[in-house]
DNA sequence: TCATGGTTACAAAAATGTGCGTAATTTACG
DNA sequence: CGTAAATTACGCACATTTTTGTAACCATGA
C-alpha cells in the first residue's frame, strides 16, 4: 500500500494502522512508556528491521513519540502521543467487535475443557 | 499477513481489515446492496481478482452476504451481514480520529479557499 | 569488549496486476 | 431455425511489485 487512491480519511487511516504490527504496537504501549527492547520481548517475531520501521511508521503518523535518551546503556523510549492514546479504545472496540462476530471460535485449541 | 502471531482479537481483526481495499468496501456497502460491478465502479482502480479476493475475505469473516442470483444477465449482490452493518460506526470512528489528528491538512489541494 | 538501538544491502516471500478462458443466458443475424 | 455475439461474474496461470527477513555493519559509552 504505497500510495492512497481515494482522499479518504478511511483509506488514509488504514495507511497507517493495516498490516499485524501497528495496531499490535499500540495495544503494547497502551500499557506505558516502552523501550525498543521491551517491544521486542513483547513481539518476539517481528524482525528488528520491522519494529523500526513500524515505530517511525506510527511516530509520522503522530500516535507514538519517541524519546532517545544520553546516557549508558543507550535508552530510547517510545510512548503514545495524546492522540495516540485517543485511538486506543476504537482499536479495543475492533477487537471486542470480533470477538462477537467470531461468536467464540476464537482460540479454539485453548478453549476451556470442563473436566465436570 | 498469513498467518496469526499473537492469539490477540486485535491481530484477527487487522488480518480482516488490513489493507486499502476491506474497509473501503465495506464504507461503499454502508450505502446498501451493491453488485459486484457497482463495486467495480466505486473503485475503479481495483482489479477484478482482488475484488473477489476481497470480497470473499469479508465473506468468509462473516462481514459481507454474498447472494448469486439465476436469470440473465448475471446478477450477483454483496450485502453486509448485522455484523458488518455492527462494524460500520467502528470504522467511521477512525476515520473521524484520523481528521482529527491530521488536524485539518488532509485534502491539502481541496481545502476552501475564502473568496471575501 | 559489550550492550543498545539502530542502518543498509541483498534475498526470499507475499501480495497484486494482467490477460485469457469459462458458464449461463439472452439477443441479433441470415 | 441455427449460430454467432454480447453480458456478468468470475477462475487460473504467469509476471511484476511490494513487503519482509537476514545478516553484516555502525555509533556511543561504560
Redesign the pocket.
Known sequence: ???LVSRCPIEEVMQVLS???PTLLIYYLSDGTK???DL?RDNP?????????E??KLEDAGIVQ?T?F?????????DLTPAGLRLVPLIDALGDWWEGVSGGDVLPDVVTVRTT
Chains 1, 2 share one sequence.
Open positions: 500500500m504505497k500510495e498490516g499485524r504490527w523501550r525498543f527492547s521486542q517475531t517481528i524482525s528488528h528491521k520491522m519494529l523500526t520501521l515505530l517511525r519517541r532517545d544520553d546516557g549508558y546503556p543507550r535508552r530510547v523510549e517510545y
